[in-house]
């Protein structure tokens, strides 16, 4: 596949403060910083440390009271808030969209403000759909009440990306959604960055998060005070100061494992697999004949669809009903913890999908273990060849 061109630009802080009118104390306070183009940099500190304001005052929602912010070079002041503003993709926690109107017109907000034509618009707003995984045909003329909280984000990432922006700003946005749904939220946009390669500044109050994310993570103390600036290995393997320390938390190697992705294993390829259109006694048959137990039924694009046991066949009438519905299962993208969580809840395996959710091979508890035991010792994780058994 080709190298994906960089389409973000660099961002400067310089000795930027902001006083609140009316507090004594600053909110923010001589922060300076170099967000490299095409990264996503995270913002993450504790409740009121000033991340949200030290964001806004990238997009001048909030004007800073001291210093100077650069974006590509250029000075922010430079164009007035709103013409800044439609540059920049900005989104926040629930979402923000605008009740009374559709997805498509949530969407088409700023390439509307900025004069593209009608086609133009309707182009992208349909584009835009399909890029953050929800079916145009379905959600076009949805409002936002009628979707689910994750629905909403997906809209809120869609109008942010509308006018493509070089920079996209997001606010805890994925801080109002189950634990689930979070998980899929993070994938997408890393999927989408892989892509697009903006700068993104994405603050959140979850160390995690900020692990699986983040190109580099800025450590913000009170006023946002930058306690560490770094990579996540390197702020995994020296936190700076105890503060820090104490926000990396304990079980560092199972953090490390947020680190690493289910592609960097090795999956294990021995699950016999059945088409749903394949008889019982033809399954019955393989189980048998390889001397095994369960089968992962596929649908006739390759996406799993069930785990079948030999002794559900007798009884089962086709493969499409057999056996028991596959609930949970992890994507080439996602961590090893989440795989890790995944395989504890499926008991030993979980099932791994790629491109259009199609059947990849399972990942083992062996396989995330031997990867828990290297990085303990300090080594390159190995990658398991072949599975005997
Ligand atoms: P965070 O996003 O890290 O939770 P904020 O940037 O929202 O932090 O807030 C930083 C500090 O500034 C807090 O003490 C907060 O109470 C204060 N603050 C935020 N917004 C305003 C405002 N509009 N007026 C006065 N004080 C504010
Ligand atoms: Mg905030």
Excluded at 246 to 265: E, P
Excluded at 306 to 315: C, E, Y
Aim: charged content about 25%.
């Amino acid at each position: 596949m080709a190298e994906h061109t960089v389409s973000g630009v660099d961002i400067e802080l310089e000795h930027v403060s902001k006083n609140y009118p009316g507090q004594r104390a600053a909110a923010v306070e001589d922060v300076s910083m170099h967000i490299p183009a095409g990264e996503i940099v995270i913002f993450v500190g504790p409740s009121g440390c000033g991340k949200t304001t030290t964001m806004k005052m990238i997009n001048r929602l909030i004007e800073p009271s001291e210093g100077t912010i650069t974006i590509g070079g250029q000075d922010n002041r430079s164009l007035d808030g709103d013409q800044l503003r439609r540059t920049i993709g900005y989104a926040i926690q629930q979402a923000g969209l605008f009740p009374h109107m559709t997805v498509a017109q949530n969407i088409a907000v700023v390439p509307g403000l900025l004069g593209w034509s009608k086609q133009r618009v309707a182009a992208r707003v349909e584009e835009m759909l399909d890029l953050v995984g929800l079916d145009p045909g379905e959600f076009h003329d949805r409002y936002p009440r009628r979707l689910s909280g994750g629905q909403q984000q997906r809209v809120g990432v869609a109008r942010a990306l509308a006018a493509d922006p070089p920079v996209l700003l997001m606010d805890e946005p994925f801080g109002a959604v189950d634990p689930i749904t979070r998980g899929n939220l993070q994938d997408e946009l890393m999927r989408l960055q892989a892509e697009l390669r903006k700068t993104i500044v994405f603050v959140t109050h979850d160390f995690d998060e900020a692990v699986k994310l983040g190109d580099r993570i800025a450590v913000l103390g009170p006023k946002s005070t930058i306690l560490q600036y770094d990579t996540p290995d390197a702020i995994l393997a020296n936190p700076a100061t105890d503060t820090v320390a104490g926000f990396v938390g304990a079980g560092a190697s199972l953090k490390q494992l947020t680190l690493m992705r289910v592609r960097d294993v090795q999956l294990t390829q021995e699950a016999i697999t059945a088409r749903c259109d394949e008889t019982c006694a033809e399954i019955r048959r393989q189980l048998d004949e390889r001397g095994r137990t369960y089968a992962l039924v596929l649908d006739e694009r390759d996406r799993p669809q069930r785990w079948v046991h030999i002794r559900d066949l007798p009884a089962a009438r086709t493969l499409a009903e057999a056996g028991k519905p596959i609930t949970d299962w992890v994507t080439t993208q996602s961590t090893l913890r989440d795989a890790l969580e995944a395989i504890l809840a499926d008991g030993g395996s979980a099932v791994v999908t790629k491109e259009q959710g199609r059947y990849a091979g399972t990942i083992d508890i062996h396989t995330v273990m031997d990867t828990i035991s290297d990085l303990r010792g300090g080594q390159e994780p190995r990658r398991r060849t072949g599975d005997p058994a």
